[in-house]
C-alpha cells in the first residue's frame, strides 16, 4: 500500500472511491489499522474520554495530543495520519493556533491537522493552511463546543440550519481545507454537502452519501461502554472477550492450572538446590 495523501483522498473522491477513516491512540492499534489498508488514521481528542475516563473532550491539551500522535505516526506509515487540535490551541489567535498546529505536525509528526467549527474558523484554517500545514474541518455536531451546542444531539435539522451548515463547508473549502468530518447531521444534509463540496467529506451519523466514514475504534469494538452512539455499528465485542479471559486467568491461576510446565524455564535440577532450602 503506497502513502495515503491529501491528494489520493481527492481523487478518490473524484473517482467514487469511498474513504475510510478510523480513530486510534497508542501503537498497537495504528498497527491493526494500517495492516488493515484504512486509508485515514485520526488521532482524536476523543482519547479524552476513551483512554483517560473523562466526561468530555475539552480537558485534553496539547502536551497529551503530541504524546498520543507520535506512537501512532510510527504504527501506521501507509495511512494519512491526522492530529485534532484540541480545545483552546486555535480559538484564541490565529498566530497561537498556527504555533500550535505547527508542534503537531513536528513534535508528534502527523500529516494533517484537523479543527472544529464553521465559517467563523475560516480565518484560522487560512492562517494554518498558509503556513503550509494541511488542515482538516469539522462541522455539525463538534464535541468541543457540545455545551453551547445543548448536549450530544442531532445538528442541522431545520432548513435553515442545513443552510449555514452548507455555508460553513464551502467557507472551510474556500479557506484551503482539504476535507471535512461532518458529524450527527440528517443524510440529506450529509448528501448536500457532499455533492456541493469539492473536497472529501467524512461522515460520522452523517449519512450514507458521504465520501467517506470515520468511526472511534473503541466505539466499533466494544471497548468503550459507558455508551454507544445510534450512529456506531460495532464490529465486535473485545470487551466483553477481554473480560472473559481475564476471568479465565484469574480462575486458572486460584486452581493451580496456570502456569503448566509448558510456561516455565528450566536449568538446574531441584535436587541440586536442596541445600538451599
Given at each position: 500500500m503506497s502513502k495515503i495523501t491529501t491528494q489520493k483522498l481527492r481523487r478518490m473522491k473524484e473517482e467514487g472511491e469511498k474513504i475510510s477513516m478510523v480513530t486510534a491512540y497508542d501503537y498497537p492499534t495504528s498497527v491493526l489499522a494500517n495492516r488493515a489498508g484504512i486509508d485515514v488514521v485520526l488521532v482524536g481528542d476523543s482519547l479524552a474520554m476513551?483512554?483517560?475516563g473523562e466526561e468530555n473532550t475539552v480537558s485534553i491539551g496539547m502536551k497529551e495530543m503530541v504524546y498520543h500522535i507520535k506512537p501512532v505516526v510510527k504504527g501506521a506509515p501507509d495511512a494519512l495520519v491526522v492530529g485534532d487540535m484540541p480545545f483552546g490551541s486555535y480559538q484564541i489567535s490565529k498566530k497561537k493556533a498556527v504555533k500550535n498546529a505547527v508542534q503537531l505536525m513536528k513534535k508528534g509528526g502527523c500529516d494533517a491537522v484537523k479543527l472544529e467549527g464553521g465559517a467563523e474558523m475560516a480565518e484560522v484554517v487560512k492562517a494554518i493552511v498558509d503556513a503550509g500545514i494541511p488542515v482538516m474541518g469539522h462541522i455539525g455536531l463538534?464535541?468541543?463546543?457540545?455545551?453551547?451546542?445543548?448536549?450530544?444531539?442531532?445538528?442541522?435539522?431545520?432548513?435553515e440550519a442545513a443552510e449555514v451548515l452548507l455555508k460553513d463547508a464551502l467557507k472551510l473549502q474556500e479557506a484551503g481545507a482539504w476535507g471535512l468530518v461532518l458529524e450527527a447531521?440528517?443524510?440529506?444534509?450529509g448528501k448536500l454537502i457532499t455533492k456541493k463540496s469539492d473536497?472529501?467529506?467524512i461522515g460520522i451519523g452523517a449519512g450514507r452519501y458521504c465520501d467517506g466514514q470515520v468511526l472511534v475504534f473503541h466505539d466499533m469494538f466494544g471497548l468503550f461502554q459507558r455508551f454507544v452512539p445510534k450512529f456506531v455499528k460495532q464490529y465486535g465485542q473485545l470487551g466483553d472477550q477481554?473480560?472473559?479471559?481475564?476471568?479465565?486467568?484469574?480462575?486458572?491461576?486460584?486452581?493451580?492450572r496456570f502456569p503448566a510446565s509448558q510456561h516455565k524455564f528450566s536449568g538446574v535440577e531441584e535436587e541440586e538446590l536442596t541445600h538451599l532450602y
Open positions: 476513551t483512554i483517560l463538534t464535541p468541543q463546543t457540545v455545551s453551547k451546542l445543548g448536549g450530544f444531539k442531532v445538528q442541522g435539522k431545520s432548513v447531521i440528517p443524510e440529506e444534509v473536497i472529501p467529506t477481554v473480560v472473559d479471559g481475564l476471568e479465565t486467568f484469574k480462575k486458572e491461576i486460584q486452581e493451580g
